[in-house]
C-alpha cells in the first residue's frame, strides 16, 4: 500500500527554521515526482514545491521561493523540506504528496504536519 | 502563475440533487485541469484528472468537462459523504488552485 507519513511540524518563532520530513512506502521516490502543498487554518490549498522523479526539476511558488528547499534522500526513501526565514503567513498544515508528473497530478497525500510560526 | 476562480464559493443541496460546480482559468490550459475533494477534517483526495478521467475508486456520479478555460465538476446524484469542499487545480503550468467550493446542506 502506497502511504506517506510526514513529521516535523511544530512551533516556531519567526524567523527561524524547521526541516519536514516525509517518509515513503509502497513506493520508490527515485520512480516518482513528489511535491510539498499546504493548507492555512481555514483556506485552501496551495502548491508549495515539487522535484521530479530524477531530482533534476525543482519548483517553488514564488511565496517560498529562496526561504524553502526541497530535497530527497533515495537511500531513506524521504522526502524533506527545509524551511528558513519562517513567517507568520507560513503558518499552515503541510502536507507531502506523490506527483503523477505526465498528468501534473497529486495522486497521493500524506496525513499532514501542522507548522505554527508564532513568538 | 494562472489563476483559477471557482463558482460558487459555496452552495446549499440535498440529497439526489445534480449539483455543479465551475472553475475559471486565467489563460488557457486546454484540459490540464483536475479536481479534489476534501472532506472536513480529511486530507485532500484526487477526483478527476485532465478534465474528464475519473481517478480509480470514484464513483460515477462524479464528472468533469471543458477545455479552454472553463471546466466544470458535476455530481449527478449527491449523497451524504460526498458534503466536502471541492478544489480545481490546473496542470498547465507552475501548479494551482482555485480557492474551493464548500457543498453543504
Same mark, same amino acid.
Given at each position: 500500500?502506497?502511504?506517506?507519513?510526514? *513529521?516535523?511540524?511544530?512551533?516556531?518563532?519567526?524567523?527561524? *527554521?524547521?526541516?519536514l520530513?516525509?517518509?515513503?512506502?509502497? =513506493?520508490?521516490?527515485?520512480?516518482?515526482?513528489?511535491?510539498w502543498?499546504?493548507?492555512? %487554518?481555514?483556506?485552501?490549498? #496551495? !502548491? &508549495?514545491s515539487?522535484?521530479?522523479?530524477?531530482?533534476? @526539476?525543482?519548483?517553488?511558488?514564488?511565496? &517560498?521561493?529562496?526561504?524553502f528547499?526541497i530535497? $530527497?534522500? @533515495?537511500?531513506?526513501?524521504?522526502?524533506f523540506l527545509q524551511m528558513?526565514?519562517?513567517?507568520?503567513?507560513?503558518?499552515?498544515?503541510?502536507?507531502?504528496?506523490?506527483?503523477?508528473?505526465?498528468?501534473?497530478? !497529486?495522486? +497521493?497525500?500524506? #496525513?499532514?504536519?501542522? +507548522?505554527?510560526?508564532? *513568538? | 502563475?494562472? #489563476?483559477?476562480?471557482?463558482?460558487?464559493?459555496?452552495?446549499?443541496?440535498? &440529497?439526489?440533487?445534480?449539483?455543479?460546480?465551475?472553475? $475559471?482559468?486565467?489563460?488557457?490550459?486546454?484540459?490540464?485541469?483536475?479536481?479534489?475533494?476534501?472532506?472536513?477534517?480529511? &486530507?485532500?483526495?484526487?477526483?478527476?484528472?485532465?478534465?474528464?478521467?475519473?481517478?480509480?475508486? +470514484? %464513483?460515477?456520479? =462524479?464528472?468533469?468537462?471543458?477545455?479552454?478555460?472553463? =471546466?466544470?465538476?458535476?455530481? *449527478?446524484?449527491? #449523497? %451524504?459523504?460526498? !458534503?466536502?469542499?471541492?478544489?480545481?487545480?490546473?496542470?498547465?503550468?507552475?501548479?494551482? =488552485?482555485?480557492?474551493?467550493?464548500? +457543498?453543504?446542506?
Amino acid at each position: 500500500e502506497v502511504q506517506l507519513l510526514e *513529521s516535523g511540524g511544530g512551533l516556531v518563532p519567526p524567523g527561524g *527554521s524547521l526541516r519536514l520530513s516525509c517518509a515513503a512506502s509502497g =513506493f520508490a521516490l527515485s520512480d516518482y515526482g513528489m511535491s510539498w502543498l499546504r493548507q492555512a %487554518p481555514g483556506k485552501g490549498l #496551495q !502548491f &508549495v514545491s515539487l522535484t521530479t522523479a530524477n531530482g533534476g @526539476i525543482l519548483q517553488y511558488s514564488d511565496s &517560498v521561493k529562496g526561504r524553502f528547499t526541497i530535497s $530527497r534522500d @533515495i537511500s531513506k526513501n524521504t522526502l524533506f523540506l527545509q524551511m528558513n526565514s519562517l513567517r507568520a503567513e507560513d503558518t499552515a498544515i503541510y502536507y507531502c504528496a506523490k506527483w503523477r508528473g505526465a498528468q501534473s497530478i !497529486f495522486d +497521493v497525500w500524506g #496525513q499532514g504536519a501542522l +507548522v505554527t510560526v508564532s *513568538s | 502563475d494562472i #489563476q483559477l476562480t471557482q463558482s460558487p464559493s459555496s452552495l446549499s443541496a440535498s &440529497v439526489g440533487d445534480r449539483v455543479t460546480i465551475t472553475c $475559471r482559468a486565467s489563460q488557457t490550459i486546454t484540459r490540464w485541469l483536475n479536481w479534489y475533494q476534501q472532506r472536513p477534517g480529511e &486530507v485532500p483526495k484526487l477526483l478527476i484528472y485532465t478534465t474528464s478521467n475519473l481517478q480509480s475508486g +470514484v %464513483p460515477i456520479r =462524479f464528472s468533469g468537462s471543458g477545455s479552454g478555460t472553463d =471546466f466544470t465538476l458535476t455530481i *449527478s446524484s449527491l #449523497q %451524504p459523504e460526498d !458534503f466536502a469542499t471541492y478544489y480545481c487545480q490546473q496542470s498547465s503550468g507552475k501548479p494551482t =488552485f482555485g480557492q474551493g467550493t464548500k +457543498v453543504e446542506i
